[in-house]
């Protein structure tokens, strides 16, 4: 019997694929709600979903090369200030968290701290570029600037 997963079930399939299952295993799949039988309905259904998800990615990809324009653009330099040694180097660290607030402050744009890839905190004062993972194609540069307080 075809079937439609509705979640992932390991081992067997995920969300959204259509696949020939034992009759009695697609029974049992049908009645914990994790499959549906596969007739034209359904497999017309599951298209127009598909076809939803395909158009909302290319949005969220499109969205997301805007953004990674306006942050490279140059206008945008993130400015933050720490208590730095003679040598230039800071006491303590600047981590991502502190860039993303200092971005919604200085910008209004909101930007997760988890998507920066730094790989370990700043420790120096001057210009740093911090990559940005926007989207799984899609990473941007920010440009932040560190001054002695």
Do not use: C, W
Not at 14 to 33: P, Q, S
Request: proline share 1%.
């Amino acid at each position: 019997m075809k079937v439609i997963f509705t979640q992932d079930v390991r081992g067997k399939g995920k969300r959204g694929e259509v696949k020939e299952m034992a009759d009695g295993y697609a029974n049992f799949l049908i009645k914990e709600g994790k499959a549906k039988r596969a007739n034209a309905q359904a497999m017309s259904e599951l298209k127009g979903q598909k076809r939803a998800e395909a158009k909302k990615e290319a949005e969220l990809l499109a969205e997301a090369k805007e953004l990674k324009e306006k942050l490279e653009s140059g206008d945008y330099v993130v400015e933050l200030k720490a208590k730095a040694g003679s040598d230039g180097r800071l006491f303590g660290s600047i981590t991502s968290k502190q860039i993303s607030q200092a971005i919604q402050q200085q910008f209004g744009l909101k930007i997760d701290k988890r998507k920066m890839e730094l790989a370990a905190p700043i420790r120096s004062m001057g210009y740093v570029n911090v990559p940005v993972k926007l989207h799984n194609d899609v990473t941007a540069k920010i440009r932040v600037h560190i001054s002695e307080k």
